[in-house]
């Protein structure tokens, strides 16, 4: 069997115009720790740039801050299991 996927809300940070700004976005991840998420998971990180910063912003880092709400919806395929 896979590992899960969650559906997750979270609080993230980002500078923008050199104020810090705070959002509610939503995150669809196999990791469900805010640490793990922004170090292993780059698919959902790049879409938080995308979606959060203008394209000449210097600054682009983005900080997950917290997790608000968190729901499995799904697992991911196990090739070993079809051997």
Do not use: C
Not at 25 to 49: C, E, F, G, H
Not at 72 to 80: E, L, P
């Amino acid at each position: 069997m896979g590992k899960p996927i969650y559906y997750m809300t979270a609080t993230v940070r980002f500078h923008k115009k050199k104020f810090l700004q705070k959002r509610s976005v939503w995150i669809v991840s196999r990791y469900d720790n805010p640490k793990d998420i922004m170090a292993y998971d780059q698919w959902t990180m790049a879409r938080l740039d995308r979606e959060l910063l203008p394209p000449k912003a210097k600054n682009r880092r983005i900080i997950i801050q917290g997790i608000e709400s968190i729901k499995q919806v799904g697992t991911t395929s196990d090739a070993s299991n079809h051997l």
